[in-house]
């Protein structure tokens, strides 16, 4: 990328006319006047130039170009299947989110009257929360149960739509008088008894349509309710109440903050001409808890990595974006695993394992589960199946297959460890309720099973006295576990429960302690050398106490033994690579760029991104400093200029910074000597370099005008601050 490229296209710029305001047009080039026709060329289409008949128009091929063009679309169908399988499940939780808020604005909108308000207007006030991107959802659900349910026309305005009350009025009676009838409706509505036209905005308008329409009330929802002026809402509110006694209208005010800081807008005048009710929205927290559940629910395919789920989930947080928005992250997620994993084809199931090619065998061989799988099979002395391994393609094949199966079985031992670990929450109640995305994290992260979390339930289990322990042996019993290769038998000691605590002869069970409830052990004071000393002697326990206590020590142990066996770290099983994404650079590139560091190293180091050896990338050096770093006439105009701008202070002459570019320029011409020595066309093509790269200094917002001096600029930027 030579800087001889950008003066070619400047060539005749010094003998042409456009610098002038006006100047005769005179053609270089004469359009061909021949009565021949010329010669019909076959076109290539550009849509598949550079495209082999092989090729797929959206994957291309891995395994450095090796792989089949079979497995290619199969890796693509299956990763459409699995992404509308993730939008199914998501829309399908999206649906019943907000629904008891949507059925109570309803029930609100259909009984509000004026005459039950005591003459005021029916205000609805949604506490929406601070997830703006999520109230245009929220509204569409509410403004589609309204007009199932009823003829009213439901109107929503946004602050974008309301620059001033006539604005409002037209956005509100044009929304209002086409949602049943069409344009058309609007004319005939327009029309009052005699023949006059009324204004776009009169109110009038939509007077004559409710009574044309048989229309009860009229529905304004508000989507962003403090985002609208004060004093325009309270012009507002004012002409609707004067119109009360023939336009019953009903308003709706979504609410990101509190009713307090909303109500503190309006003045009192405009508040007492209102009367209604508030309505709770289900927080965003809960609504990220329950996507993410579906999205990593028993019927997904991938799963996501501990460090790529967690930077999601506290992204998410942190910046209170839309559910759509977190959901294009997991769309983002599924396409970056399909489009660079070639073992992503195994989540095809058995189609793909019937025609794996030997490239993707050695791709397994070389993955790191597979080195760790032939370490363990070595400590264990298994060294046949390590060979077979290395050497038998069909073996391999095989332990692809069982591997399959394993990790079917061991993600859905984890999640029924969820909701075992849920149930123990519930029951114990010794903490508040864990969320599940959390749950997940520590356990694809294989951290879970010695976590605080787990220790601190299996503490409380051994004291639990028999009517909690009742309840929560027949909780768990009732839960219907997917795994089937690990059991969770707590029948036997149910029973054996069950008759202890009625063993005696009245109808009431008896209530059972436990040895490890300190609260109900004696405290013993001894008193020696004049000092109190305080210790804990075991109570006097019955034998059935006694009997109790081991049936906790089992429970325990059955417990124990079976997190163990289901919260497994799913990083060591192996082939893990093909079913566990957590990639986050591709990710953090996408949805937290860094644009101004991107331009930085652009300008300072344009051969990173041009990869072209005369501007030190591509490897055409010999990866020495002077080959990636500092100036060089075979850059662009525009990194020359930014260079020599990092080395200024804040204030720049421009006839110093011409003169250094100029110095730079000329040695690529071969030229030697200061400016004065350059004449002609040379100096006129590198000064227009020099005008373009300025511009696109200023452009970026680097440099303006210095008031201070005419010939200086203003240097507004630095390099890494």
């Not at 061909?32 to 994957?59: C, L, M, W, Y």
Request: hydrophobic fraction near 40%; proline fraction near 4%.
């Amino acid at each position: 990328m030579s800087i001889s490229g950008d003066v070619d296209d400047l060539a005749e710029l010094g003998h042409s006319n456009e610098h002038q305001p006006c100047y005769i047009y005179q053609p270089t080039t004469t359009r061909n006047t021949s009565p021949r026709p010329a010669k019909r060329q076959k076109v290539e289409d550009p849509k598949k130039r550079g495209q082999t008949d092989h090729d797929h128009p959206h994957f291309v091929r891995l395994l450095e170009g090796k792989e089949s063009p079979k497995h290619v679309t199969l890796r693509y169908d299956t990763f459409r299947a699995q992404q509308a399988e993730l939008q199914d499940r998501v829309n399908d939780v999206l649906k019943d989110l907000n629904v008891g808020t949507v059925q109570e604005v309803t029930a609100f909108v259909r009984d509000a009257a004026p005459e039950k308000c005591l003459g005021k207007l029916p205000v609805g006030c949604i506490l929406a929360g601070p997830g703006i991107a999520s109230h245009g959802r929220l509204f569409e659900q509410i403004a589609s149960a309204v007009s199932s349910q009823t003829r009213d026309p439901l109107v929503v305005l946004t602050s974008g739509e309301a620059p001033n009350l006539k604005g409002i009025l037209k956005g509100l009676i044009s929304k209002a008088t086409k949602q049943n009838d069409g344009d058309a409706q609007d004319d005939r509505a327009s029309v009052a008894a005699g023949a006059a036209k009324l204004l776009n905005y009169d109110l009038r308008i939509l007077h004559n349509y409710i009574k044309q329409t048989g229309a009860q009330k009229v529905v304004v929802a508000f989507q962003d309710g403090e985002a609208f002026d004060g004093n325009l809402l309270a012009e507002l509110v004012a002409l609707f109440n004067s119109w009360l006694d023939r336009i019953p209208f009903v308003l709706l005010f979504g609410i990101a903050t509190s009713l307090e800081i909303f109500q503190s807008k309006l003045p009192r005048a405009a508040i007492r001409c209102l009367q209604g009710k508030t309505f709770d929205v289900e927080r965003a927290e809960e609504s990220l808890e329950r996507v993410f559940s579906s999205a990593m629910g028993r019927t997904s395919a991938l799963r996501l990595g501990p460090g790529l789920s967690r930077m999601l989930l506290q992204r998410q947080r942190d910046h209170v974006q839309s559910v759509a928005a977190f959901v294009n992250s997991l769309k983002y997620a599924y396409m970056c695993h399909f489009y660079s994993n070639p073992l992503s084809v195994l989540l095809a199931g058995e189609e793909a394992l019937r025609s794996l090619q030997p490239e993707h065998l050695q791709a397994i061989r070389n993955t790191r589960s597979f080195r760790r799988n032939v370490e363990t099979r070595l400590e264990k002395k298994d060294f046949e199946a390590v060979r077979a391994l290395l050497d038998d393609e069909n073996y391999l094949l095989d332990e692809v297959r069982d591997s399959l199966e394993d990790w079917r079985q061991a993600e859905l031992g984890i999640l029924d460890a969820f909701e075992i670990i849920g149930v123990l929450v519930a029951c114990l109640g010794t903490r508040e309720p864990i969320s599940k995305s959390n749950l997940y994290v520590l356990a694809v992260a294989g951290d879970l099973q010695d976590s605080s979390i787990m220790r601190e339930l299996l503490l409380t289990v051994p004291k639990l006295s028999s009517d909690k322990l009742t309840h929560l042996l027949q909780t768990l019993s009732s839960l219907t576990l997917s795994n089937p290769q690990i059991n969770l038998d707590l029948g036997p000691i149910l029973h054996d429960l069950h008759q202890l605590t009625h063993a005696s002869d009245s109808s009431t069970p008896t209530t059972l302690h436990s040895t490890h409830a300190l609260r109900h052990a004696n405290l013993r004071t001894t008193i020696i050398a004049q000092k109190v000393h305080l210790s804990h002697r075991p109570p006097n326990l019955s034998a059935q106490d006694t009997a109790y206590a081991a049936l906790l020590d089992r429970t325990h142990a059955l417990l124990a033994a079976y997190f163990s066996a289901t919260l497994i770290n799913p990083q060591h099983m192996f082939l893990h690579e093909a079913f566990l994404y957590d990639i986050k650079k591709a990710h953090r590139d996408v949805f937290t760029p860094r644009p101004r560091a991107a331009v930085e190293r652009a300008l300072s180091r344009p051969g990173d991104y041009l990869g072209c050896a005369c501007c030190g990338g591509g490897g055409g050096g010999d990866g020495n400093a002077a080959d990636t770093e500092g100036l060089s006439a075979s850059q662009p105009a525009t990194a020359i200029v930014y260079q020599l701008y990092l080395e200024s202070g804040s204030l720049i002459n421009v006839f110093d910074l011409w003169s250094a570019f100029f110095a730079i320029v000329g040695r690529d011409e071969g030229k030697e000597g200061d400016v004065d020595r350059a004449e002609g066309k040379e100096m006129m093509r590198a000064l227009a370099l020099f005008y373009r790269a300025f511009a696109d200094l200023r452009f970026l917002g680097l440099i303006k005008h210095s008031k201070k001096k005419t010939d200086h600029l203003a240097k507004l930027a630095w390099k890494g601050l």
